[in-house]
């Protein structure tokens, strides 16, 4: 027998080996998971007796969601670990809420809870929203007012349908932004591999910027309307804007806007076809060698 033949052999009984007994061992825990965890995890309550306008946050892995406080105190309840707590404190009319600066989490166990921060607010309008996060989702949801929204992500999926007046600026590596019923001054949004998903929104200045994500637009209007993707396709339904500037290297630009456009467009390699049209506000639409079809459904 040759020696790679033996090797072969040696490496299929290791595999069968090692998946017999990930099989005992598993039998053994009943197949709860939970089991294997070492590190341990606690649900704390903190509460918040100052006033403040303004929110920041900073988190890593957790899920941060807002909820509207009923029984009108504010409170900011964390899943966490024992040995790593939050901080949470006001400073500067700003609630601020992040973990222990500078600090080492030295637990090497096995973690297989979810973290989570839960902000329960009293009241539905504030000043500035700040997030910077990792891997967590973020929630808003529609009951919320902001002056202005900034959040930095990396892989997790921001979605937020709270009102914004003057300014929304998120940016995220791989993770999702999904937006809906709001009217900022203006609106930015920049992904590498994150998809872009609006819906019913206002702005005078709109901007979209995405690597490989996809941008979809719903009902979505702004004066200027710029949308930027290099093979992420870009989706127009019922849009519009005063001027549109909409680029692909690779995707394709499709959809509906609400009014006539004076378009000028360019594909090297795909098919293009949009209305004739003298009147109406300018549209700029150019592609490599994704196609271009846009139809005015007024």
């Known amino acids: 027998m040759s020696k790679t033949k033996k090797w072969l052999i040696a490496a299929v009984l290791l595999i069968v080996f090692g998946t017999v007994n990930c099989a005992v061992a598993s039998a053994a825990l009943g197949f709860n998971f939970n089991r294997l965890e070492t590190t341990e995890f606690v649900t704390s309550t903190y509460e918040v007796a100052d006033d403040f306008e303004n929110i920041d946050i900073e988190a890593d892995t957790e899920k941060i969601d807002f909820i509207y406080a009923d029984e009108g105190v504010c409170k900011v309840v964390c899943v966490e670990e024992k ?73 997790g999926t921001f979605e937020c349908s709270a009102s914004a007046n003057q300014l929304v600026c998120l940016e995220s590596d791989t993770g999702a932004v999904k937006l809906s019923g709001m009217n900022p001054d203006t609106l930015s949004v920049s992904t590498d591999t994150g998809n872009i998903i609006l819906s019913d929104i206002k702005a005078a200045e709109l901007s979209l910027e995405s690597d490989t994500g996809k941008a979809t637009m719903t009902n979505c209007i702004a004066d200027n309307l710029n949308v930027i993707t290099s093979t992420g396709n870009i989706t127009f339904d019922k849009c519009d804007g005063n001027v549109i500037y909409a680029v692909s290297d690779t995707g394709n630009i499709t959809g509906t806007l609400l009014s006539g456009k004076i378009f000028n467009t360019e594909s090297d390699t795909g098919r293009i076809d949009v209305p004739a049209s003298t009147n109406g506000g300018t549209c700029e639409m150019a592609t490599d060698t994704g196609n271009i079809q846009i139809e005015v459904v007024e």
């Open 83 to 155: 040995n790593n707590p939050h901080i949470v404190r006001v400073e500067n009319d700003t609630l601020k809420i992040s973990q222990k600066p500078g600090g080492f989490n030295l637990n090497m166990g096995v973690g297989l809870h979810e973290m989570t921060i839960t902000v329960y607010l009293p009241k539905d309008s504030f000043g500035d929203l700040k997030i910077a996060a990792d891997t967590g989702n973020v929630n808003i949801p529609s009951s919320f007012g902001f002056e202005n929204i900034e959040a930095e992500l990396n892989t």
